[in-house]
């Protein structure tokens, strides 16, 4: 691998990580975003939900911008929206000001989220290994240390705004800086071909899929199943684990605060760890396992008969959901070579789609019949994942056998390639 290949690596690692816990610091806060904007219980609703639909916009207008701007060029000006969004939050005191700091923000994170994935997509075709899990991984450090810093901020009950300039401040001129080095998909694939791996057979086999009418939906449609039900998964955990921990396993309040930093923690080694796997087992073997883990997470959730029990749950829901995603993101990325980005921006939206769906679907499920049955909701969706997990091999197993087929570009490159 080059220097540049590297710089590129560790630039666009700090800018998941960066995005982590800045988006940590906002929905760990929205107790105290609520209070010092007045903001009702029968409004806040539409507030949070204003997010992931304007990012699922922001998403969508990636999608054209990408046929005439860089990914990297897109990712440079995004992120310091979403910091300088992050700071108006803190830093109003009308509704008003409040919708127009989310309203940036949720468009900036569509575009954010899209282009940071791009690149990561095209960064692992010219390492010609798994990667994507490295770079999720970082995310989840990140929303680790952003969520760390906010119990600061309200333990120390410091204003939204003093709590988040500091953050702001280190940032922002960092992910600057560090944009200078991101690596753009042809400019990856170049080098990928310097280096003797292939990656203009890739790109060419694309090209002219992209230019004859490029994304066929029905083939991205799986994976954007995955994406949705992966979403589900991870919204009910971040949304009603304390709930759930207090009000229908009997745990005190302290301790419910911890099964999200436990999901989170986990998601951080799961992640770790999972590009060897990927690269040992294969991308279907390790979807299967995680969306199995995940199942077995949610089960035990649903039939815990206290606290610690549940705790255990979670702890398994963090191992198994942590793989879906970022996998998802890599299929794409090797279904269609020749137009990654349109297909990453595509698929992109259903990770908002998934969060809209996941909480109020538990919400409702639980009102309605109760919250233990309310989990066996996402641990059935979790399971359908079995059935997809062929769209996450190399080539579709045409061959009848079971067997995983590389892509031409594939060939030569050693056990370590994906």
Known sequence: MTDVLRRGRASLAFSFFAQGATFALLVTRIPAIQDRYGVSDALLPAFLAAVPILAGVGSVTTEQLVKRIRPSRLLRWSQPVVLLALLGVGSGDRLVELAVALGAFGLAVGALDASMNMLGVSLQRAYGRSIMLGFHATYSLGGIVGASLAWVGAHWHLSLFVSYLPVVLVLLPAAFVGSRWYVDGDAASGLEADAGTGGVVDAAAGKGQAESGALVFRLLLPLCLVMTFAYIGDSTVSNWSAKYLQDVLGSSEQLATVPYNVY?????????????????????????????????????????????????????????????????????????????????????????VGFLIGSPLVGALGDAWNYRGAMLVPMVLVLATLGYARSFAPEPDRYGDGHERPRTADVGRGSNGL
């Open 264 to 352: 989170m923690v986990m998601t951080l080694v799961g992640r770790a760890v999972g590009d060897f796997g990927v690269r040992r087992f294969g991308a279907v073997a390790v979807v299967r396992l995680g969306a199995v883990v995940a199942a077995l997470g949610f089960a035990v959730v649903a039939v815990a008969p206290g606290a610690w029990v549940g705790m255990l749950g979670f702890t398994l829901l963090g191992l198994g959901l942590c793989v879906l995603v970022p996998q998802t993101f890599a299929a794409a990325g090797r279904l269609f070579p020749g137009a990654s980005d349109a297909a990453i921006a595509r698929l992109n939206i259903f990770n908002y």
